[in-house]
């Protein structure tokens, strides 16, 4: 389980990791790559609280 939320901040920092190279202007932003961060946190998320049960 500890597993997991250590997961989830790992996704928040690489989801902040691009925010900064997008405002930097080192890459452009990617709907396709902060759609699947979404989609990764969710599932993420989803297992936790199966687990929880």
């Given at each position: 389980?500890?597993?997991?939320?250590?997961?989830?901040?790992?996704?928040?920092?690489t989801?902040?990791?691009?925010?900064?190279?997008?405002?930097?202007?080192?890459?452009?932003?990617?709907?396709?790559?902060?759609?699947?961060?979404?989609?990764?946190?969710?599932?993420?998320?989803?297992?936790?609280?199966?687990?929880?049960?």
């Amino acid at each position: 389980m500890r597993f997991l939320y250590i997961s989830l901040g790992s996704l928040a920092e690489t989801e902040t990791q691009l925010e900064i190279a997008q405002m930097l202007e080192f890459i452009k932003e990617n709907k396709k790559i902060e759609e699947k961060i979404i989609y990764i946190r969710r599932m993420i998320l989803k297992l936790i609280q199966s687990l929880k049960k």
